[in-house]
């Protein structure tokens, strides 16, 4: 039996409670998100979603976490704005307002039978989580990958986030490699930019697809390096962001050239005039 109301409809925020907090870095952290109604929402890895800090604001914020009905979902968020800030202060037990899924996703489900090289700078990770735990999990089996390789960058060994998660993944298989800006003497890993990692990563160009996320210029020569070892440009799918407000399509904040991010994106294939797009400037 119902009660003759219709359900809320896509700009109508759901209220879910956070009940967990994790931080990453010092400026980031991870909420768990649960909805007050009990009815779950399900997701592909790469969608976001618009989250409410009551008072403030919304913003968009991907899922950093894969879809599976029985666990809750996360979000990583930066503190670099006001409704971002208030994000990453709240208590557990606040109640935020979340809208979605929304956008396109990494497609875990077209990588079978191939080498998969996923390349993360800074944040950029938090989107690629549930993909990579999703493909992890189901290496070398049907349907799953073959490889998977896990190049991760960030400005120095502090800003390195869900250290967990990359130890567990290579503890699955994964190939996982970390490069920083700078660091000190106590440092054994990379140094340097993280495309500095995609030459010797042992991966069969014409048998693989790259997931890449990260600041723009990072993706432009991430792209570079992946096309010069011999990815074809169709099989290479990066994120782009813009000011997405509505999520639907409809007020145009977030169009790109002939894209409308909010809906076309975030995740889009390296084809068409996306090579073209990555070139102009983030306003």
């Known amino acids: 039996m119902t009660d003759g109301c219709a359900p809320p409809g896509p700009l ?29 929402t399900r997701f592909h890895p790469g969608q976001f979603n618009m989250l409410t800090a009551f008072g403030v604001g919304e913003m968009a914020v991907s899922m950093s976490s894969r879809d599976v009905p029985s666990e809750p979902t996360r979000h990583t968020v930066r503190d670099v704005g006001p409704v971002s800030h208030a994000l990453c202060h709240l208590p557990v037990g606040a109640v935020v307002g979340v809208r979605g899924p929304f956008g396109t996703d990494w497609g875990v489900d077209e990588v079978e039978g191939r080498d998969v090289v996923v390349v993360a700078g800074g944040i950029g990770l938090a989107p690629l989580r549930g993909a990579i735990d999703t493909m992890v999990a ?36 994964a190939q996982v490699e970390t490069a920083v800006d700078s660091a000190g003497r106590g440092w054994a890993g990379h140094v340097g930019v993280v495309t500095t990692l995609v030459p010797g990563t042992p991966f069969e160009p014409a048998r693989t697809s790259a997931m890449v ?48 991010l909010c809906r076309d994106g975030p995740v889009v294939r390296y084809a068409g005039p996306v090579p073209a797009l990555l070139s102009e400037r983030q306003r």
């Open 12 to 40: 109508v925020p759901r209220p879910h409670r956070v009940t967990a907090i994790r931080r990453e870095t010092t400026d980031v952290v991870t909420l768990t998100l649960e909805p007050t109604d009990g009815l779950g």
């Open 213 to 260: 996320c990260g600041p723009e210029v990072m993706m432009r020569f991430t792209v570079r390096s992946l096309l010069d070892r011999g990815v074809e440009p169709p099989a290479v799918k990066i994120s782009l962001e813009r000011n997405m407000q509505c999520g639907v399509g409809h007020c145009g904040h977030c169009q790109l050239g002939p894209l409308l």
């Open 138 to 173: 189901t290496m070398g089996r049907p349907r799953g990958a073959r490889r998977v390789f896990v190049l991760v960058g960030a400005r120095s060994p502090d800003q390195v986030m869900f250290g967990e998660d990359l130890r567990r993944w290579e503890d699955a298989g």
